[in-house]
């Protein structure tokens, strides 16, 4: 067995697992990154999960922690304002995703995951070995066991585990097994299938570039952000039963030319078919589980922890603040990884648990309610009171993506709101019914030997002045 | 490859398993069950889960499905008619299940697996195969992997795949991995222990025998269910919190003194030290998953599709009951797995969830209401509606316990009964108020000129009796 024993290990290199490897080894920690695939630096195209990345404040909080907010942001990220709304007769429609000023930013995963490993590898703290598999664990030991790139078993002890593997976690699937361990993994019905919008003939966008491009469509829903490339990546959501519906050519384009017309010829009729039938649309799973941790040896972080659908934009930025935590809770901590992975369930379980429930709420906003009125009433109402009073009523769409505030407080901050309007309104009918009753009053009062009612001794308008 | 392609294999052969065997067997399949342990009726002692078991009607009907009801009831079950509380005052007090001849009953889960084993091995289509522990399986092709009693692993290849291996179910960790897999394992924060009560010195029973004895006491609570030997099976149900506090012989005799007085002399001091500290307290644990089938080739059944908290005493019934369901579909659908198995799905996921969300909400009921008013209130109209309409005003207790009507129509009927209950309160709170007034207006009338209101105008009483 590899005596590794004084050091961490990091099964996962991908986006969480990279970034959380950089902040152990800056904090003194030798760290050992394992990754299942071949360094994708070195590859010319890499398979696997994409779903376009919108980075937001969280998630550039995290970089901050590493030194690399400044680059991805300066050099290779691309702000979005707001949605733009496609509608079905070709109008759109821009709604901003907060204030002046606040935007969130296209980024590429594939390159994102490029950034952070760079910066692992030039940490002297870090080494890095990939076409690493974890085959098992134990996970009371620290005690890893991977098929290295020679296809050979190599075990490994190390102080503890963090398993940063993605929603399909190796590390948690021995979590599983054990009692006490809460999971829940849920599907929702509809798929995603991955589409390009390349640049116009002189190179340029083919749309607006600082927006998200929204077509909703009810139970259908398409969505673009833009690429450094000036290529669009446009994500076409639906539910698994529609995807088997479009059996061919025409039936695709059938519908395509009734529910996203202006879409059909920036994709192109040709490529649209040839993308289309080319993969199978995949699934989207939410997951959640407690506790994080197996005592003081093991940790999941990022997805492996709280998969959610990818709706409110913040998959990968909770990802990037689970690592922000565990270095606060270092900070308080120091190196007392008992103290620090117990309290990080703790701590982190309400806030990854409610973001995914947002997620999931918002798989139903954008689909249907972007385009309604009530949403847009509601929308316009809360960045007008934001804007008069901008530390007193803050929208819940912009505490989840424009601030640190723990998203379950979001959560409370949106109910609170919630009820104030329920009540401002309550209060206009009340006011409205008694103004009624005043005026009515003082229209009969000459005429009250009709009615016999002792109007002198009845002084409602006196009653409202008080 | 063993060739037996033409028959079922079960996968399991403790309760749900031995049953389905049995049902597939009489149905003309040919079955191979495997179960990963010894033949219980060999052994002397069995390890393993307990906790005594409650039979009623669902578990009955499909115990008759293959010709075993009689023989289970008559010869080896007791009668319990109601449940015992036991307050720490010493007194006891009855509260019926249901109206009179209305009984479930005690049975070991020992002997009722070695009675559907016995039937399993008297069936010609029933192969058992004990001392086979799953290792691998591929669903999608009815393929399954075991180590066998010499250690050796051994390759099959059936027409379908029979999951009934209980909560830990190796079989579903194989469906968990597939995407579209809805999953979810929950445990509750309290523990179980196992306790005896033994019989009195002149061999008889050490409390009244027709009863579930219960000791509720808010956060605690402890049962004792009657066994064949005239011994008692007790179970205490506690936070592990506070297992894991009572650490020596004073704390816990302090804590059973005060919370269980009399149960201390019926267990015996050195017994229940003894027994206390000889093992750890188990953990319980409620598990759902849809679907319960991959294509026509396995189907999971029992604890192994919806495991859930003992507090309705409905797990074995309601395992029982998804054979019986899997009966009645093949008298539709003969030896059609592809429908039968959908359809198992479709049917049966909201009845098990339902009785799933019951167990677990009479986990707190049975702690706490058995002991409060307004449960006892509740309890005795229900049970005195359903005397003067039996048919038209059936107890929720009633409709699980002693009927086949679906587990979800349970729930919708109670949520029936409560609205109607809620309407008949506001409906005697507006009767009362309107009388009230009407009486006023009547007291008053003679001294209408005090208020100058037109009375002669107003006739409520005339209205109220329209």
Known sequence: MAATEDSLAVVGGGLVGSLCACLLGNRGFQVDLYESRDDIREQEHVTGRSINLALSVRGRAALALVGLEEEVIQRHAIPMHGRLIHNTDGTRKPIPYGRKGQSIFSVGRRFLNEVLLSACESNPNVRLHFRHKLQSADLDEAQLSFRGPDGQELKVQHRAVFGCDGAYSAVRRQMLRRPMFNYSQTYIPHGYLELCIPPTADGQFAMEVNYLHIWPRGQFMLIALPNQDRTYTATLFMPFAVFDSLTDRDKLLTFFDRYF???????????????????????????????????????????????????????????????????????????????????????????????????????????????????????????????????????????????????HECVKNRAWQDKVLSRLMNGALISMAVAGVAGAFQYLQPHRHLLKIPFDNIRPLAWLSR
């Not at 648990?353 to 809360?382: G, H, P, Q």
């Not at 009523?393 to 601030?403: A, K, M």
């Open 261 to 407: 017309p202006d879409a059909v010829p920036l994709i192109g009729k040709d490529h649209l078919v040839k993308s289309f039938f080319a993969v199978d649309a995949s699934p989207m799973v939410m997951i959640k589980c407690n506790p994080y941790n197996v005592s003081d040896k093991s940790l999941i972080l990022g997805d492996a922890a709280h998969a959610m659908v990818p709706f409110y934009g913040q998959g990968m930025n909770a990802g990037f603040e689970d690592c922000s935590v565990l270095s606060e809770l270092m900070d308080v901590h120091g190196h007392n990884l008992s103290a620090i992975f117990s309290e990080f369930t703790e701590l982190r379980n309400k806030d990854v648990e409610a973001i995914c429930d947002l997620a999931l709420y918002n798989y139903v906003e954008m689909r249907d309610l972007v385009n309604s009125t009530s949403f847009l009433v509601r929308k316009k109402f809360d960045l007008f009171l934001n804007w008069i009073a901008p530390s007193f009523w803050i929208p819940l769409y912009t505490t989840v993506t424009f601030s640190r505030i723990r998203y």
